[in-house]
């Protein structure tokens, strides 16, 4: 029922996507594709996940890293502008348990779990820590 739900307001789900228990979508423009999984608990904003895409339990996935906008010094974040991107998780990457995502991560690409993705994870590689940094290449021919 979750997926017919997510189906019906998102931008769009697939029909054959997973989305697990507890995992919520904090904006309608949302988009999750073909064969992508979403475990327990994860959070996601202003993003586009790809075909075959898995996130793990508690991934959170923002709506970019500047989402407040703090023009103002003394003004609260309630009376400063907000300012989404659309983050984009590539087709077959897979994100780690509790990661935090704040910029794109490319295909086939792999984070592992508890980092924070602060800048565009490139097309198949490993990327872990806090901030996220590239450890390995993943090599495309196996």
């Not at 054959?16 to 979403?38: C, H, K, P, Q």
């Not at 959070?43 to 923002?62: N, P, R, T, W, Y």
């Not at 998780?89 to 704040?102: Q, T």
């Amino acid at each position: 029922m979750r997926q017919a739900f997510y189906r019906f307001v998102l931008q769009h789900c697939d029909a054959d996507a997973y989305i697990g228990w507890n995992t919520v979508f904090s904006m309608a423009e949302a988009s999750v594709g073909r064969r992508a999984y979403l475990g327990r608990f994860c959070s996601i904003g202003f993003a586009a996940i790809g075909d075959e895409a898995m996130l793990a339990d508690g991934v959170q996935v923002l709506s970019g890293g500047r989402e407040h906008d703090r023009e103002n010094p003394v003004a609260s974040p309630h009376e400063q502008g907000q300012t989404f991107h659309r983050v984009s998780i590539g087709k077959g990457a897979w994100i780690g348990a509790g990661a935090i995502v704040m910029a794109d991560v490319g295909e086939f690409s792999i984070v592992g779990a508890g980092a924070v993705v602060t800048k565009a994870v490139p097309d198949r590689v490993i990327a872990v820590g806090v901030p996220a940094y590239v450890v390995k290449q993943i090599d495309s021919t196996s």
